[in-house]
Each structure stands twice: as structure tokens, then as C-alpha cells.
């Protein structure tokens, strides 16, 4: 494949689905500038170098103010509605609407007009008294605080009227809907744990631990927040310790002692209980009955819990603290073992359905065994039908991947619309259906969030499409230079466990890649090589290693491939453009490294390489 450099540098600025970034984005939609007009400045800015925006201004499309309003960050609707009233307006945030409220604070939804983004903004209400220091003590101990799992603070400051705030990330979420499934009580249990753990390692107590207290995203990310009575770990005052909610709090809690971390412990155990059963462990009319049986009353059944789930409940809970795990993180090890182990359930027994999904020379050919608990037809039917309906999605997604036009958006609206399907049908299950979670993280790759993807393969299990798309995740980080891990062996050891001795399996071909038989891996891919061409990943490796023989013309086909399925990769672009010098074509080498580092992000692991090659052509 032969470009003038000058062409593909001006072809890999409209690779980008936009062509001319945020700015560009919004007189589009708004309809102040068409295509045409785009692309004709564009061209000029190739030629002169002037900003877009001067181009624009200068060439008569746009008035200066427009262009103006158009830098300035996008404003929701809601967000200018709400600043018409100047109650609303807190210096620079704008209070859109109450996100919640408790006994002693209350959260608003914000905007932050000069970063353009969406914060919380807490406030403690006026009947609680020495606010000041209250919402200072939060602030100190949540901003020592780094975890994915606790919600951080991002600044505290004073009202106009002299009411302190702190100002946090907003949130997408709700608390847990209980009872769940214990899989599910486990997973999340897991989280808390982790997050408490770092908390403890910061020498912090959080001592409200409770369902309230934990937001569940959209995607299943689990938050723990409110440290509003959050303590030193080293504090020896018991004047500390009475507080808290009476249903989750621990003896020594309740009783006023000395406090240490196995309290948060103990509340877990107690939020781990409601998040099973659907209610608190110990309840009552009033707080001084809830207290009496905290201290007293023998531990309550759980009829809905597997025992082995329910033991790890127990023990978290136990009065006598020295019985209790002796640290968070060995409570979320044995969550873990729960969360990962077979499905645990009680009542019918299980039942195999099979399903049959024929997608042709597309990559995933399903031949799937779903495993759900025993139900009604009805209820069968419920199962079944979104796990129909999301295969016949994801296979829509595959095709549009693989040969469609990308920037058209059909594929990622079909994986999105898969996504929902797998989600309704693993919910109406129940439990964790493996095949289900392996088709929901190939249908999140597809979309480009490797987080999720990665969280549904490990949940799948040892199902050979679960452990080939982990060896993708392994062998793209790998390709795209990093070297804080031995990523090809990672990927090399997935695969093995990834092969099925099909002849459209690309694991024993992606395999020979890693170990650097770039002949035998090209001679493997076989039927694969049609049935893979919406894999990026593995149209690169074979692009790499048709490249490594001299194969040029198989090379640039397996390259441009890849490039198509990834536009702004700038680590395909960089392995394009060594498979071009290698091959002698220098302009086309040039091209190629000056788009790498164009789409290159800060901290790019193959940035400095992809510099010294392209010094190397001028």
C-alpha cells in the first residue's frame, strides 16, 4: 500500500469521527458549519498552520462571539434553568437538584461552570451544630483517601451565608436494591472490604458502614461514601464511639468503647446481612431496643443465604472482636472466594438450556450452554428471550465492526443495545450465567471499556471465549508498549486455556505470536482470518508478523485492517509505520509515526521510540 505522505497526513485527520475536535463538534451539531466548510478549513489549517478557530473567523463562517460561545464548556439545560435563580448559584458551582439527604447532611447535584463538569456538594444542615469543624474533620480524612472505591473530595469552602461545603465527584448510582443474589451481596460485600481496607491502612475508621452508604453505578461500580463521622484510627478517646446507626454498629460501638478497625468489620457483616436477607440483622421501634439485642440477641437465621456465604456473614459479626477476620482484606479474600466459587443456590436444581447462534463467517459463532435455575415456562421465557435477542445484537455489532464504515456509530449503538439485553438476562437469572458474562465482555470491548470487559471475563470463568478475549487484553497492553508487567506471557498463558482445536480459533496462531514464529502463526490463523476481521488485535499481530517475513502486501492488508477497527490508535499507527520502513517506504514510515504521536496520549509507553524513528526518516 503506496500514500503520499502529504495525503495520509491529511487522511489521518479525518480518521477521527469529528475532524476538527471539540470546537468543530458543537458548530456541527448546532448546524453552524456543514461538512464541506469543515473540511475546507482543515485543509488551510494543513497548509498555513493557523488555529481552526481563526480560520473559521477569518474565512467569514463564524462570528467571533459565536466562536467565543463555542469554546466556553457545554451547559445542560437543566444547568441554565437552575442558574436563573441566584440561590442556586454557589460561587462557581451551579445547585441543579437534591442528589439525597440524611439526619445531618444533604447532597446536591452541581455543576462546576468552570471545568464543566458534574460535582456533589454536600452541606450539613443548620440544626446540626459545629458544622465547621464537622465538614472539616470529613474533608481531612477523605482527602488523605485514594481509591477507586471511595468517593474523593475535591475542595472545601463556605456559602456566602457562611455554611460550609465540601465538593466531591458526582456519582451515577443508588444504593443496593436488597435482597440480592449472593454472588451479587458477595461481589459487592468484596468492594466495600477493599476500600475499607486502604481506609485502614490510612489509619482512618470509617463507623457507618451501611447499605445507605454505598452507591451502586450504572455499570456495576461500587462506591463507598460519607465519612462524615470517619475517625482517626489512632484516636484513644472513647467520646468518639457513640455514633453511628444503631442497626449496623457494632457492640463495642453501641457501648461506647474504645473503637478500632474491627468495628467497620462488624458493620459490614451487618450490611452484608440486609444486603442477603432484605433487612438489618437487629431491629426495633426505638434505638435503645435496636442496642439491647445488637448486645444480646443470638445471632439471626438467614434462610436466603448459601451457608458458606452465611458463615462469612457470622464471623464478620461476632461480639467478641478477636473472633471476628483480623483485618478488611481478609474478609474481602474470603468474599472472593464466595464471589468466584460455583454458584451458590438453594431451592431447584439446575437445568441446561441450549441455544444456537449462527452468525457465519462472523468471529463469534455462538454455540452457547446456559446454566439457570429451574423456573416456570413463563419465567424461562423471560431468561431466554434477552439472551436471543442479545446474541442477535452482538452479532450485528461484529458484522458492522468488520466491514461497516466505524464512524457511522452502528456498531457501538448494537453492542450497547447487547449490553442491555445480557444485563436483563442475567438479572431475571439470578445468578452469574458464564456464557451470558463472556458475550457482555466481548460486547464492552467492542465498545472500548476493557475495565468492564476485563470484570465480566474473570467473572465467566474458564470458558475458552472468556479466556481468549483476557489474552486479547493482555496481548493489546503488550503492543502498545508497556512494560510494567511480562503482558506476553500473560497472554501466552490465557491461550492456552483459550484453545479449542477449531479451525476458526485464532488462540493457536495468536499463540506462535508470542513466542515470536511469525511463519507458524501466519500458517495457523486458517479459517480465522476471515472469521477475526473485527478483532484489531489479532489483524495487528498477523500485520506484525507478515511484516517480520517481508510478506509486504499481506502485511499492509492485515495493517490497514487494523487501522480501520482502530482509527486513533496511535500504537497501530506505530507498528504500520515500522512495517513500512522495514520495507523501505520512508514517506509512508513518516506518516504513519507523525499520526502516532498526533492520537498519542500523555504517557504513551512507545512515544520516545516512535520520536527517534521519525527523526530518523527526516
Not at 482527602?143 to 472505591?149: N, Q, T
Not at 465538593?167 to 476500600?195: D, N, W, Y
Request: a neutral charge.
Amino acid at each position: 500500500m503506496t500514500l503520499d505522505a502529504r495525503a495520509f497526513k491529511g487522511l489521518s485527520r479525518f480518521l477521527a469521527p469529528s475532524a476538527g475536535g471539540p470546537l468543530a463538534d458543537r458548530a456541527l451539531t448546532e448546524k453552524l458549519i456543514t461538512h464541506a466548510q469543515l473540511q475546507e478549513c482543515v485543509e488551510e489549517q494543513d497548509r498555513t498552520g493557523l488555529p481552526l478557530d481563526e480560520i473559521l473567523v477569518a474565512r467569514g463562517i463564524l462570528p467571533r462571539v459565536v466562536v467565543d460561545r463555542l469554546r466556553q464548556p457545554h451547559l445542560p439545560p437543566e444547568v441554565v434553568e437552575a442558574a436563573m435563580d441566584p440561590k442556586r448559584v454557589l460561587n462557581k458551582y451551579v445547585l441543579v437538584s437534591r442528589a439525597g439527604q440524611g439526619g445531618m447532611a444533604e447532597v446536591w447535584k452541581a455543576w462546576d461552570r468552570s471545568l464543566g463538569r458534574w460535582v456533589a456538594v454536600k452541606f450539613l444542615k443548620e440544626e446540626v451544630g459545629q458544622p465547621e469543624q464537622r465538614i472539616e474533620r470529613e474533608g481531612r480524612m477523605a482527602a488523605g483517601l485514594s481509591h477507586p472505591g471511595i468517593i474523593s473530595i475535591y475542595e472545601r469552602a463556605r456559602h456566602d451565608d457562611g455554611r460550609p461545603y465540601l465538593v466531591m465527584p458526582f456519582v451515577e448510582g443508588s444504593g443496593p436494591a436488597c435482597p440480592l443474589p449472593p454472588r451479587e451481596a458477595a461481589r459487592i460485600g468484596m468492594e466495600v472490604a477493599r476500600a475499607l481496607a486502604h481506609t485502614h491502612a490510612m489509619k482512618v475508621i470509617h463507623r457507618d458502614v451501611k447499605p445507605a452508604n454505598i452507591l451502586i453505578g450504572p455499570e456495576g461500580r461500587v462506591v463507598l461514601a460519607d465519612f462524615g463521622l470517619a475517625m482517626p484510627a489512632s484516636s484513644p478517646a472513647s467520646r468518639w464511639a457513640v455514633s453511628g446507626t444503631p442497626e449496623y454498629a457494632s457492640p463495642e460501638q453501641v457501648r461506647g468503647d474504645v473503637l478500632d478497625p474491627g468495628t467497620d468489620i462488624y458493620s459490614l457483616g451487618a450490611t452484608l446481612f440486609h444486603l442477603l436477607e432484605g433487612r438489618p440483622p437487629f431491629g426495633g421501634l426505638e434505638p435503645k431496643e435496636i442496642v439491647e439485642r445488637v448486645l444480646h440477641a443470638p445471632f439471626p437465621r438467614m434462610p436466603s443465604t448459601p451457608p458458606a456465604l452465611a458463615a462469612v456473614v457470622r464471623r464478620a459479626m461476632e461480639r467478641d472482636r478477636k473472633a471476628r477476620f483480623a483485618t478488611m482484606t481478609e474478609l474481602a479474600d474470603a468474599l472472593k472466594a464466595v464471589a468466584d466459587g460455583p454458584a451458590a443456590t438453594r431451592g431447584p436444581t439446575v437445568r441446561t438450556l441450549a441455544l444456537v447462534v449462527v452468525v457465519g463467517l462472523l468471529p463469534w459463532a455462538f454455540t452457547w450452554m446456559y446454566m439457570v435455575r429451574e423456573r416456570a415456562s413463563s419465567q424461562r421465557q423471560e431468561v431466554e428471550r434477552p439472551l436471543r435477542l442479545g446474541l442477535a445484537e452482538l452479532a450485528e455489532a461484529e458484522r458492522l465492526t468488520a466491514d461497516d464504515d466505524p464512524a457511522q456509530g452502528g456498531a457501538a449503538a448494537a453492542a450497547s443495545r447487547a449490553v442491555a439485553f445480557f444485563r436483563r438476562s442475567l438479572g431475571e437469572a439470578g445468578t452469574d450465567v458464564p456464557e451470558a458474562l463472556c458475550a457482555l465482555g466481548r460486547s464492552f470491548e467492542l465498545l472500548g471499556q476493557e475495565g468492564r470487559a476485563h470484570e465480566a471475563w474473570e467473572r465467566a470463568g474458564d470458558l475458552p471465549e472468556a479466556r481468549l478475549g483476557l489474552a486479547r487484553l493482555w496481548l493489546r497492553r503488550h503492543l502498545d508498549g508497556r512494560r510494567e508487567y511480562d503482558w506476553r506471557e500473560a497472554a501466552r498463558d490465557e491461550l492456552k486455556l483459550a484453545a479449542t482445536g477449531q479451525p476458526e480459533d485464532p488462540s493457536p496462531a495468536l499463540a506462535l505470536f508470542c513466542e515470536g514464529k511469525w511463519a507458524e502463526a501466519l500458517a495457523a490463523a486458517g479459517p480465522a482470518r476471515a472469521t477475526r476481521r473485527s478483532d484489531d488485535v489479532f489483524q495487528l499481530a498477523l500485520g506484525i508478523a507478515a511484516g517480520h517475513l517481508k510478506r509486504w502486501k499481506e502485511a499492509d492488508e492485515y495493517f490497514t485492517q487494523a487501522l480501520r477497527l482502530k482509527p486513533q490508535s496511535p500504537s497501530v499507527y506505530f507498528h504500520f509505520g515500522v512495517g513500512h520502513a522495514e520495507g523501505g517506504r520512508k514517506e509512508e514510515a513518516a506518516a504513519c509515526f507523525e499520526a502516532a504521536l498526533q492520537y498519542a496520549l500523555p504517557g504513551w509507553n512507545l512515544e520516545k521510540d516512535a520520536k527517534t524513528r521519525l527523526a530518523a526518516l527526516r
